[in-house]
């Protein structure tokens, strides 16, 4: 499981640094806000896991908002993409 994390965290984030470094960003903030991004997603993964252990009664309440969000984010994506592919309408 940890060489599969590696292998996906790896060109994630040296995507985000090539991606700060072309906007201009300073090697040092770059440092800086990978730092607090790992640091707010262990806290964020620590607070999951205290509200799974103590509100198991709501995981499926959870997962279902969780999974409609994902919908909802793929789908504006996908349907910007359709309206730009046939002229833009209001959004071109």
């Known amino acids: 499981t940890a060489l599969a994390v590696l292998c996906h965290e790896l060109p994630h984030e040296l995507g985000d640094l090539a991606v700060l470094l072309r906007a201009g960003t300073a090697p040092r903030a770059i440092l800086l806000l990978n730092l607090l991004s790992a640091l707010l997603s262990g806290l964020g993964a620590a ?13 499926p309440w ?3 908002v969780t999974a409609g969000l994902f919908l909802y984010v793929a789908l ?8 730009g592919c046939w002229g833009g309408g209001l959004w071109g």
């Open 62 to 64: 959870i997962l279902t």
């Open 47 to 59: 607070a999951g896991a205290a509200v799974g252990q103590s509100a198991a009664h709501l995981t």
């Open 76 to 83: 504006a994506d996908m349907v910007r993409g359709w309206l």
